[in-house]
């Protein structure tokens, strides 16, 4: 693969209800901050994708009605509806198709509609939307499923909630700083069993933003390229009932892709930092199995151990994770972000020292159907 | 905060956000498809729980599919499933869920939500389950009721119920 590096980024704090800003405002916001961060003009960048999702943004073609916000007059733009982190995978493989500076930009202002609603509105509306089935009852379904293959239990995934929301304790932009202990959580509103309150993230309002340059096109940034060694995804089937929920196949195909190209042979060795998609806090030990960083069934085990804590061996979630700050289609390109700035050593109080190279992980659809893996490395 | 503009934050102190309120209400009339239109036909009709099996890999699909998405082939066979099953993953709902606040037919809280594996079938059918939750565990037996004004509809299953002496 022809290098490409990230050579810009900035997002947005993620608070609860934005209210003194539109989604056009904190496109446009993160859009100069990540040129800004590169040291470079608007003129530099000669193409952009957005990220946005129409029932979200309450709209139909929501895309273009950010465009200008992102900079995007008179250039060559284009639109991903799902996570970030696989809009940022679309401005990969621009920058490889010739493309010499990308931007890549997602918003979500979850507070401005109903995520009940829209969530439900994923599923397939003749077989499941009916029975009112959501992104949090079909989460439940996998937690379930999970703990009972592996005889895992509520407090193994409380264990997540606490260490990802006292991370957040040092990070200004997450939502969510908390600092909790197991019985918080396990005490905490019951409700789809077994998750809990406390094992949900919040619905944040938010934006991020990154640049994409090839390797001919990265010296015109100031900052220190942080290169995409590996990138890969895969989708797992619709229905959720067609699927082994207490294993995540497509994640396993779409890790061993990215650990191939960029010659990743031992994970647990090989990467100083995992940014990961934890919507709920089971989905933690659960994409750490899909990730190769244990055996399926003993994700849990990690934390136990202390290896995924800010001072174990691999620190997870150091910003405190999407538990922290979910902005709904930011929250996988935020993961890359973070990432960007531990292998810069701008993580500030949530630095992980001497990072090196970093794993960031964006999911689409219920239950984690598809997801996208990011190895990101100081070293080109 | 816009930096050339030193004035702006006082200035934004002193907006009041405005909020507009907007709905989007679009009434759609989905055709279920050929495959749709038998399974939903064969459920109202005849309280029958219509399955597809891959030609290739053999997987039983419930509800039956245009085509095996592992294999991209063609799905020609169809099943006859049984109306009972077993309960593989089960969630008790204590929160009613957005999308059924202003159902009709909506169950009280609790209720459950479950993947059943109905006997024939190789993979999960997405039901709900409403009484007994006391009993409802990973295993357990449960049987499609049916209801008494079948319209085509997925909800012509009413929920599943636990089969008593079900291990």
Not at chain 1, 148 to 154: A, I, Q, S, V
Not at chain 1, 210 to 226: F, K, L, N, V
Not at chain 2, 6 to 24: D, F, M, Y
Request: aromatic share 6%; proline share 5%.
């Amino acid at each position: 693969m022809e290098p490409i590096a990230i050579t810009g980024v900035s997002q947005t704090p993620y608070r609860e209800r934005m209210i003194d800003k539109t989604a056009y405002d904190l496109v446009y916001e993160v859009t100069r901050d990540a040129l800004a961060d590169a040291g470079l003009g608007i003129h530099d960048i000669d193409n952009v994708i957005t990220v946005s999702n129409d029932f979200v943004d309450g709209r139909t073609i929501s895309s273009m009605a950010v465009g200008e916000a992102a900079g995007a007059h008179d250039k060559n733009i284009s639109t991903v509806e799902g996570d970030g982190a696989f809009g940022a995978f679309y401005g990969a493989m621009r920058a490889l198709s010739g493309f010499d500076t990308t931007l890549v930009v997602a918003h979500g202002k979850g507070s401005e509609g109903d995520m009940g609603l829209i969530t439900n509105a994923m599923f397939d509306p003749v077989y499941q939307r009916h029975l009112g089935i959501d992104a949090l009852t079909a989460a439940a379904l996998q937690a379930d499923v999970y703990m009972t293959r592996y005889g895992l239990t509520e407090e193994d995934f409380a264990e997540v909630s606490v260490k990802n929301h006292q991370n957040a304790r040092n990070n200004p932009l997450a939502h969510l700083p908390l600092d909790i202990t197991v019985s918080d959580v396990m005490k905490s509103e019951r409700l789809s069993d077994p998750i809990k309150r406390l094992d949900c993230s919040p619905i944040s309002d938010g934006a991020a933003a990154i640049i994409i340059s090839t390797g001919r096109a990265s010296s015109r940034s100031r900052t220190r390229p942080i290169w995409i060694r590996g990138v890969a995804h895969c989708s797992d089937a619709y229905f959720p009932g067609d699927r082994n929920l207490a294993d995540s196949p497509a994640l396993r195909r779409a890790a061993k892709r990215a650990y191939a190209m960029a010659g990743i042979t031992n994970p647990l060795k090989n990467i100083d930092v995992v940014e990961l998609y934890d919507a709920f806090s089971y989905m933690e030990p659960l994409w750490l199995e899909g990730m190769g960083f244990s055996e399926p069934g003993s994700g849990a085990r990690l934390l136990k151990d202390g290896v995924t804590r800010m001072d174990g061996i691999l620190p997870v979630n150091p910003s405190g994770g999407v538990l922290s700050a979910h902005a709904l289609m930011v929250a996988g390109l935020s993961r890359i972000v973070e990432c960007v700035l531990q292998l810069r050593g701008e993580a500030r109080e949530h630095q992980v020292p001497g990072a090196e190279t970093a794993l960031a992980q964006g999911i689409n659809g219920p239950c984690g159907q598809s997801h996208c893996v990011w190895i990101l490395s100081v070293n080109q | 905060m816009n930096q050339e503009n030193p004035q702006s934050a006082s200035w934004l102190e002193q907006v009041r956000p405005l909020t507009l309120k907007g709905q989007i209400a679009v009434p759609y009339t989905w055709w279920v498809g050929e495959t749709g239109s038998r399974f939903l036909r064969a459920l109202r009709d005849e309280q029958k729980i219509l399955g597809n099996r891959c030609d290739t890999c053999g997987t039983v699909y419930v509800p039956p599919r245009k085509n095996c998405g592992r294999c991209f082939t063609d799905i020609t066979q169809w099943v006859q499933l049984a109306t009972e099953g077993v309960v593989r993953a089960h969630t008790v709902v204590r929160r009613m869920p957005a999308a059924l606040l202003n159902a009709a037919d909506r169950p009280t809280l609790p209720f459950a939500y479950a993947l059943i594996r109905l006997d024939g079938a190789r993979v999960d059918l997405l039901h709900r389950i409403t009484r007994d939750l006391e009993k409802l565990k990973n295993g357990i037996r449960v049987r499609a009721r049916f209801s008494e004004r079948p319209t085509g509809h997925i909800l012509d299953i009413t929920d599943f119920e636990i089969i008593r002496n079900s291990p």
